[in-house]
């Protein structure tokens, strides 16, 4: 690839300029420009290769995502799970860039790459500078056409998708997804999954797996977008010099031509599996994406399952026939599926969940959906609309099922036709799709007059989107410095009347955005023993309706103002998260004081919540990442019943569920909550005379019943073991590592061992762990490790994590224990060191322009009577750190033999394989 050697001064100044079309640029030599909507536009180099740049100065970031026009739909026979398999020997590298994964981890990506139905994406979110944008440019460009694609690393790379693979086999929902859509499918390829048969997988001649990427990895079939904070002028002659030099292929592409056949009866299938929670479920056959129709499915998929509006909501879950449903239908290229999915406790009639799912279903035609229904529905689609569309990095990676579509400007169409879907619409589509022959459920029934739907196809899309223009483009926000000292410098911070401190940053952001969050602390450790559930239920009931509003009406209320309210907590806390835009903020605000003080403890509703909890741990009691997990839990939190920091056994969170009354969700309420110890950070687009005010009011005099203290985590050694619990009949293992430690973030260590546990853990798949579990010996799909620490008290933990087959765990644990006695016995190098706390850092900066997570840290900030100064200085003792004392600090705190195994998976099938 060429590279650039221009300056790039004009990419830094030019951030100030103001770019609008393609018109506004002088085009590179070849280069011509296609259309421009709404701040989004289109270019396309000679070789084919399209380009969209969607710049946004309010985010110092910038998301690379490169688009190829190619899934689960393109694979021949024997080739299932081809493009997904091709998604992770595209990591392996290239000759000018071996080592991918180290790359991304060096620069502080937030990396990956997934695989779809219609397209295959990879995409890298960095800090916005020269160097970063230069690099993903020329990586992408690289490894577009001269990835490896080596029978080395596919022999390698086998057993991790293998893995995969096995991991989705875990779950009874899942599996019935598959086998439901694969029935509804007889011919078409939508009807495999993307991960591919067991077979392929596992026998694919590399040679056909070369061909397929050389067949779709080519500039002609792909689409580049750039979004974030950048220079388009300058960025898109980068492209071109990057891009540019690719060769258009010789070959063609045709276009798929696989139709399926019109669905002519119900279809059924039943799956039997070790389970705790039954399922039911159906899918019907619907239009493309792109059809005009699509608009108004969506709708009708939205109000079936919304909480709690839908109609299969208040049919199985209010009726407490099902503890929860939820519906999906993805807009695909050619004839897609909405596929609908009720859990049923075992104690309930699953015959009788079904026979209800059905009816509310077919009351699609004969009680058509209401207006109000309808607008509610149009109102939340859009909502969630406006609020992804606040945010550049979410849209540029969006923008892929878009593309896979037929065209990006698919976007802006959709969100015009579900504002224009009326009543009409919804009755009309309704009536077409919805009908018995085109469902598949877990029977078939045979139809004397049978009714059938025709799947039309897609539009030429080139016909519906030429001449589009969309709408005015929303506000751009300003050029944010995410540094400490910057951060600093503009937060304001005090305390009011209660004792409630407040964190207040004002920035112009795209469409205005702001984020809040407020968390509420009380009680002391001994009052709160035993308390456990009682407060999670407490603070999961407070969004469930007011003494003046309805649950429906505050859901409804949030579309209209186009925000969200989050409510969260425990027994010592409850946090209340607020997204929305300036406009909005205070009647928002307004309302989520009205859900922190005037919760109406709906019996009805505390009901449907117990149900739903009551499902949820149950379906965890044959599940190895659960039970493994909370036996870590307990082996590191080891303490009596009596101590409010005693971690229950998933039985006893069952019981304690069931045990608990509303009227202690109640008096739990009444005795504990109020703002004497809250914590109010906002960040974003606001006005700060309006929300000091609102602060003022809501919580400037609301005090706490009673005193509080926090609840102390001092160290407490955990006692070394190796555990193994069984779980039958699950396809997927899970491995968990842990030890307790005297280590908190102020400790003199603390630095050393972030960054040490960073290049033994962390990282994207470049980790010491990672290259020797997943990378050389193949056993795991996601291995890493963790260090925890607190901010006020002088404890900690290391941890670790692996997936894997359970033939493979005891090799995993093996290899967790090898690597870790060898980076404590020879230490990590001085290159290590400099590429990790590179990347560490750069990553901090990401982090801090996220909004979502600024306003955290600055309300933990609040908490523990720090300023963004700290993060400066933890970051200037890693730059200084020598890689003699990051190795002093590991092999002084971290042993192998202090530490707690715990392995969760299906050994006793292991065990019965086994040959004498």
């Known amino acids: 690839m060429k590279r650039i050697t221009a300056t790039f001064v004009m990419f830094i100044i030019c951030f100030a300029t103001n770019f609008s079309t393609a018109q506004d640029l002088k085009l590179p030599e070849g280069v011509?420009?296609?259309?421009?909507?709404?701040?989004?536009s289109e270019f396309q180099l000679e070789n084919g290769l399209k380009v969209l740049l969607f710049p946004d100065q309010s985010k110092p970031t910038i998301t690379v995502n490169i688009t190829y026009m190619v899934g689960s739909r393109h694979e021949s026979y024997g080739e299932t799970g081809m493009a997904h398999l091709l998604e992770h020997l595209v990591f392996k590298g290239t000759p000018d860039h071996p080592d991918i994964p180290a790359e991304l981890t060096e620069h502080g990506a937030r990396p990956n790459g997934t695989t779809w139905y219609d397209r295959t994406n990879y995409y890298e979110t960095f800090s916005a500078t020269e160097e970063n944008l230069k690099w993903a440019l020329d990586l992408e460009s690289d490894r577009m056409v001269n990835s490896f694609i080596a029978k080395k690393d596919l022999d390698s790379e086998m057993t991790v998708v293998r893995n995969e693979f096995e991991m989705g086999e875990n779950s009874p929902s899942s599996i019935l997804l598959e086998r439901v859509i694969s029935t509804a499918y007889l011919w078409h390829n939508y009807g495999n999954s993307t991960i591919g048969a067991r077979a392929d997988l596992e026998n694919v001649p590399i040679e056909r797996l070369q061909n397929f990427y050389k067949k779709y990895y080519q500039p002609d079939n792909a689409i580049l977008l750039v979004a974030g904070k950048f220079d388009p002028q300058t960025t898109l002659e980068m492209i071109e010099d990057y891009f540019g030099d690719i060769p258009r292929p010789e070959r063609s592409l045709y276009p798929t031509y696989t139709k399926e056949p019109t669905q002519d009866g119900e279809r059924s299938v039943v799956l039997r599996r070790v389970g705790d929670v039954q399922v039911v479920s159906v899918?019907?056959?619907?239009?493309?994406?792109?059809?005009?129709?699509?608009?108004?499915?969506?709708?009708?998929?939205?109000?079936?399952?919304?909480?709690?509006?839908?109609?299969?909501?208040?049919?199985?879950?209010?009726?407490?026939?099902?503890?929860?449903?939820?519906?999906?239908?993805?807009?695909?290229?050619?004839?897609?599926?909405?596929?609908?999915?009720?859990?049923?406790?075992?104690?309930?009639?699953?015959?009788?969940?079904?026979?209800i799912m059905l009816k509310t279903l077919d009351g699609l035609t004969t009680s058509p959906p209401t207006e109000e229904e309808i607008e509610r529905a149009k109102s939340k689609i859009l909502k969630n609309w406006n609020l992804a569309y606040n945010n550049s990095d979410r849209i540029g990676l969006g923008l892929s099922e878009y593309l896979a579509q037929g065209d990006w400007r698919l976007l802006f169409l959709y969100r015009d036709r579900v504002e224009a879907v009326s009543t009409e619409d919804?009755?009309?589509?309704?009536?077409?799709?919805?009908?018995?022959?085109?469902?598949?459920?877990?029977?078939?029934?045979?139809?004397?007059?049978?009714?059938?739907?025709?799947?039309?196809?897609?539009?030429?899309?080139?016909?519906?989107?030429?001449?589009?223009?969309?709408?005015?483009?929303?506000?751009?926000?300003?050029?944010?410095?995410?540094?400490?000292?910057?951060?600093?410098?503009?937060?304001?911070?005090?305390?009011?009347?209660?004792?409630?401190?407040?964190?207040?940053?004002?920035?112009?952001?795209?469409?205005?955005?702001?984020?809040?969050?407020?968390?509420?602390?009380?009680?002391?450790?001994?009052?709160?023993?035993?308390?456990?559930?009682?407060?999670?239920?407490?603070?999961?009931?407070?969004?469930?309706?007011?003494?003046?509003?309805?649950?429906?009406?505050?859901?409804?209320?949030?579309?209209?103002?186009?925000?969200?309210?989050?409510?969260?907590?425990?027994?010592?806390?409850?946090s209340a998260r607020v997204e929305t835009t300036n406009k909005n903020l205070s009647e928002v605000m307004k309302m989520m004081n009205d859900i922190l003080k005037n919760p109406s403890f709906s019996e009805e509703e505390f009901s449907k919540l117990k149900e739903e909890r009551l499902a949820g741990l149950e379906e965890q009691l044959s599940d190895p990442q659960s039970l493994a997990q909370n036996k870590l839990r307990r082996s590191l939190s080891d303490y009596p019943k009596s101590d409010v920091r005693y971690v229950m056994t998933l039985e006893e969170e069952i019981a304690s569920i069931k045990e608990t009354t509303l009227e202690d969700v109640k008096a739990f309420y009444n005795d504990y909550y109020g703002a004497s110890e809250a914590t109010i950070s906002v960040v974003g687009d606001f006005d700060e005379g309006q929300v000091m005010?609102?602060?003022?009011?809501?919580?400037?005099?609301?005090?706490?019943?009673?005193?509080y203290v926090r609840i102390s985590n001092p160290y407490k050694a955990n006692k070394p073991a190796s555990i193994e619990i069984n779980t039958p009949d699950k396809a997927n293992s899970m491995f968990f590592a842990g030890m307790n430690m005297p280590v908190g973030d102020t400790h003199p260590d603390y630095a050393s061992l972030l960054i040490g546990n960073y290049i033994l853990g962390g990282g994207f798949l470049n980790s010491r762990l990672a290259t020797r579990i997943r990378v050389q010996d193949g056993l795991s799909y996601g291995v890493g490790s963790f260090l925890q620490a607190s901010s006020m008290d002088e404890s900690g933990m290391f941890g670790a994590y692996a997936i894997s087959a359970p033939e493979n765990s005891e090799k995993v644990?093996?290899?967790?224990?090898?690597?870790?006695?060898?980076?404590?016995?020879?230490?990590?190098?001085?290159?290590?060191?400099?590429?990790?706390?590179?990347?560490?850092?750069?990553?901090?900066?990401?982090?801090?322009?996220?909004?979502?997570?600024?306003?955290?840290?600055?309300?933990?900030?609040?908490?523990?009577?720090?300023?963004?100064?700290?993060s400066q200085e933890l970051e200037d003792k890693i730059m200084s750190l020598s890689v003699e004392e990051v190795n002093k600090a590991l092999a002084k705190h971290i042993d192998v033999d202090k530490i707690t195994y715990i392995r969760a998976g299906d050994f006793e099938k292991v065990k019965k394989n086994i040959k004498p």
């Open 32 to 40: 011509t420009a296609g259309p421009s909507v709404e701040g989004i």
């Open 283 to 355: 899918a019907y056959h619907t239009p493309p994406g792109p059809h005009s129709d699509y608009a108004a499915l969506s709708v009708i998929d939205e109000l079936l399952t919304d909480e709690p509006s839908g109609r299969l909501y208040k049919a199985l879950v209010e009726t407490k026939k099902a503890p929860y449903v939820w519906s999906f239908a993805p807009a695909l290229k050619e004839g897609g599926f909405i596929y609908i999915n009720a859990d049923v406790r075992k104690e309930n009639s699953l015959d009788s969940a079904e026979a």
């Open 426 to 574: 919804v009755v009309r589509v309704a009536k077409k799709y919805f009908v018995p022959s085109n469902r598949t459920i877990g029977r078939f029934i045979p139809t004397q007059n049978p009714v059938r739907a025709d799947i039309p196809d897609a539009p030429p899309v080139r016909d519906i989107v030429e001449g589009y223009k969309g709408k005015e483009a929303i506000s751009e926000g300003e050029a944010f410095d995410p540094s400490p000292a910057n951060i600093d410098g503009r937060t304001k911070k005090g305390e009011l009347n209660s004792g409630a401190k407040y964190s207040l940053l004002t920035k112009e952001n795209r469409g205005d955005a702001v984020n809040a969050v407020v968390t509420l602390r009380f009680g002391t450790p001994k009052t709160l023993a035993g308390k456990s559930t009682i407060g999670q239920l407490t603070a999961s009931m407070l969004d469930k309706g007011t003494k003046t509003m309805t649950r429906q009406e505050i859901q409804d209320k949030l579309d209209a103002l186009e925000g969200r309210i989050s409510v969260f907590g425990n027994s010592s806390q409850a």
């Open 693 to 707: 005010k609102d602060i003022e009011t809501y919580f400037g005099s609301w005090e706490n019943p009673n005193k």
């Open 813 to 870: 644990l093996a290899a967790f224990k090898e690597e870790v006695n060898r980076a404590i016995k020879d230490g990590f190098t001085a290159e290590e060191l400099e590429a990790a706390r590179g990347g560490w850092i750069q990553g901090q900066s990401v982090s801090r322009s996220q909004d979502r997570e600024l306003v955290g840290a600055l309300a933990n900030n609040l908490r523990t009577d720090r300023e963004m100064k700290w």
